[in-house]
């Protein structure tokens, strides 16, 4: 039971380079999530998906598309880097249902550099 | 604006020392606060509290919620070196699906 995985680990493009970061859960969760986080920010929400065949924009979506494959993956796309994307990308996922939807469970993170 | 707000935003004890951390938010449409703890990489799951006064305890951390003041606060006994690690406050609120408010975290070090 690996739980949120995500690959790649590290990665670091230039600018104006495309790139798709994957997750993927074994929890049989519905919701998923993507999060940045930034230094003196805190983690914040970029994209989720509440159930498989839906997806919803976070507090900073601007840059980033998503998509939904199937319920145990969710990959998240940055089609035209900037410096400005660079961050550590965390997925996560959670069930349904009272409450359950905030207990959510994190992967190990992807760490982008964008020059 | 919802905003979550920890303190302090570091703090350097020693092994077997008990300390506190705070947690105080505003936010519109309150749902549940949590509590997780960062080591190097993901943040891991510690507690979910929703109902003010009911403390949630285990091992040596436990945590509790006042409703009526805003606030949270962790609690760790006995610190161990392997509480090092930064501590992450997160607000659920209403209105759309698992959103989360973090707060900036507190970094804890545990020096032997």
Redesign the interface.
Known sequence: NAGVTQTPKFQVLKTGQSMTLQCAQDMNHNSMYWYRQDPGMGLRLIYYSASEGTTDKGEVPNGYNVSRLNKREFSLRLESAAPSQTSVYFCASSGTGLFLDYEQYFGPGTRLTVT | EDK?VQSPLSLVVHEGDTVTLNCSYEVTNF??L?W?KQEK?????LF?L?SSGIEKKSGRLSSILDKKELFSILNITATQTGDSAVY?C?V?VGG?????I????TKLSVKP
């Open positions: 979550v749902r549940s949590l997780y990489k993901a943040p891991t799951f979910m929703t992450l997160a659920g759309s699906q698992g959103n989360l973090f707060g900036k975290g």
